[in-house]
Each structure stands twice: as structure tokens, then as C-alpha cells.
């Protein structure tokens, strides 16, 4: 297996992985937050796809989707899109459901940001992975990226994990 294969074949895997805690969550609680709990599902997932579009970005030179994103004010977005704004770093998820993507559309959303990084991933050289870029104050190697992409989707998947409990839908692992 080459480093392309490896590097896409972990993103996946997280995806796997987070996916276990999206058991219980659907329309009608999909925005619901907890008491001392930072984020609820639609903005774990819309901010995740925003996170991996903007990686897959620097691979492939593709702009974040329209079809899935809005750039608004926060509040700008809709049953099929987010508001960028509403789920970059930095922003204040809120329970109002008709600012974001219902249910199953966040999945999707969150697929298809996981499966164009896993095919630029895929697709690129080692030459191209080596590539040295901007990302947040820092520069790093393309390939790093993905690697921190794989710890970001396990960082707030442990917030689902937080949520879940807090809203009592118990363990996925039980």
C-alpha cells in the first residue's frame, strides 16, 4: 500500500468511526445542544465538511461546493445548505433548525466532503503531498493535512459522544 492509499484509507476510517455516533440523532433533535457543551450534531457535521472541503481545496483547486454551502452571516443557511459562517472555526452553533441542513442532508453533506478528500488524496503525487501550505498560522505538508483531518473527525466525535450522553441516548457501544 503507497502513502496515497494509506492517508485516504485512514480518512475513511474516521469517517466509519464517527459515523457509530450518529445513532439517535435526526430532524427533531439534530440541533439540540447540551448544558456545557459546545456544539450539536448539525454543526459537528457542517463544520467537519467545511474542515475537509477546505483541505481537499489545496489538493485539487476546487472551491468549496455551492451546492452544500452558503457564505453568508451566520444565518443565511437552508434545508439543503450551510451558512459557512455558521459552522467555520470560531462560530457559535445555535438550536434553530431552519438555519441548517436537515438530518440525512448533513450526512450527506459530510460524505461528500470525506469522499473528494479521500479521491484527491488518492489522486495526487508524492510531489503534490509534499507541498508546503498555508493552514492557519502555520504552514504544513499537504499529507499532514489528511492526518489531522483523521484526529479532527475523532476530536469531535468525542464531542458526539459527550452530546449523545448528555441528551440520554446512552453508548453507541452497548
Known amino acids: 500500500m503507497n502513502r496515497q ?3 485516504a484509507n485512514a480518512v ?3 469517517r466509519t468511526l464517527i ?3 450518529f445513532k439517535g440523532f435526526d430532524d427533531a433533535n439534530h440541533t ?3 448544558q456545557h457543551l459546545p456544539n450539536h450534531f448539525a454543526w459537528t457535521l457542517g463544520h467537519l465538511a ?3 472541503h477546505r483541505v481537499a481545496e489545496k489538493l485539487d483547486g476546487r472551491a468549496v461546493p455551492e451546492t452544500d454551502f452558503v457564505r453568508g452571516d451566520g444565518r443565511a443557511g437552508t434545508p439543503a445548505k ?3 459562517e455558521s459552522v467555520c472555526f470560531g462560530s457559535k452553533p445555535v438550536d434553530d433548525p431552519k438555519l ?3 438530518h440525512d442532508r448533513c450526512v450527506a453533506i459530510f460524505d461528500d466532503a470525506v469522499q473528494r478528500l479521500v479521491a484527491a488524496i488518492r489522486r495526487a503525487d508524492d510531489a503534490k503531498l509534499d507541498t508546503l501550505v498555508t493552514w492557519g498560522s502555520g504552514q504544513v505538508k499537504l499529507w499532514s493535512l489528511a492526518i489531522r483531518m483523521v484526529f479532527h473527525n475523532g476530536t469531535h466525535c468525542g464531542q458526539l459522544a459527550d452530546l449523545r450522553r448528555a ?3 446512552g453508548s453507541v457501544l452497548a
Do not use: N, W
Request: no cysteine.
Open 100 to 102: 441548517y441542513p436537515g
Open 12 to 14: 475513511l476510517e474516521s
Open 5 to 7: 492509499q494509506t492517508l
Open 167 to 169: 441528551l440520554g441516548m
Open 19 to 21: 459515523a457509530r455516533y
Open 50 to 52: 467545511l474542515t475537509i
Open 32 to 34: 439540540k445542544q447540551a
Open 82 to 84: 450551510f451558512d459557512t
